[in-house]
């Protein structure tokens, strides 16, 4: 949602400023139990069950938003990381971007809860060419273990969105000490690593409902 909807007059920006109010309060509910009901998010948005449904015509449709939003927001960081010139310092800034804004706890705790489309399976595809782009960056570096796929930065964020405390700023401070541990994992001076990595795609059939 942009500044200027939000700024719109009257009922439009009203309702530009309901539907983010509505987003967040989808968050804060489905990440703390993704089977509540959808009347638990209208509840904390403080907007009626019909405000919602106007928007949202089903639980289904909220998840799927709020899971499509955090990829285009994982693009976005991606595709501002290819515009770092050393490769390393784009990885590992990205990274670190993208567990501060806490994009993959939607993937870890929603997985399976509603039918992607196929505009989400384009743009995850895009994500999956970005973060292979930003690894064979980091490769060309040196710094970069040679055993290190792209599959595998999706696994680390993964962990990263795992760690949760009922301390807001706690949980970021936990995040991001494993992911400076799980960064020096990825450097080439480590030794080699134990198992083959996830294979293109293996990962991907969590999204299937069950």
């Given amino acids: 949602m942009s500044e200027t909807e939000t700024a719109l007059p009257g009922r439009r920006g009203q309702a530009a400023r309901n ?3 509505i987003l967040d309060a989808a968050r804060h509910v489905f990440l703390g139990d993704p089977k509540a009901p959808i009347s638990q998010v209208a509840e ?3 907007v009626g069950i019909s405000a919602l449904y106007r928007r949202y015509p089903s639980k289904e449709a909220l998840l799927r ?3 499509h939003d955090g990829l285009m927001l994982y693009i976005g960081e991606a595709e501002l990381a290819a515009e770092e010139p050393d490769g390393w310092a784009a990885l590992t800034g990205f990274l ?3 567990v501060e804004l806490d994009v993959h706890s ?3 705790h929603l997985a399976g809860t509603f039918t992607p489309t196929p505009e989400m399976g384009r743009d995850a595809r895009r994500a999956g060419e ?3 782009h930003l690894v064979e960056r ?3 570096t040196g710094r970069l273990r040679p055993d290190a796929v792209a599959e595998d930065i999706g696994m680390i964020l993964e962990c990263c969105a795992a760690i949760r405390v009922d301390d807001p700023e706690r949980t970021s401070q936990l995040r991001h000490r494993y992911l400076a ?3 020096e994992g990825l450097a080439a001076k480590g030794p080699d690593l134990p198992g083959p990595p996830p294979r293109p795609g293996e990962m991907n059939g969590r999204w299937r409902p069950a």
Avoid: D, F, Q, Y
Wanted: hydrophobic share 55%.
């Fill in 130 to 132: 970005l973060t292979t």
């Fill in 19 to 21: 539907n983010i109010v």
């Fill in 138 to 140: 980091a490769r060309e």
């Fill in 181 to 183: 541990l799980l960064i």
């Fill in 106 to 108: 939607l993937t870890v």
């Fill in 96 to 98: 670190a971007r993208i």
């Fill in 44 to 46: 904390r948005a403080g």
């Fill in 65 to 67: 938003h709020i899971c």
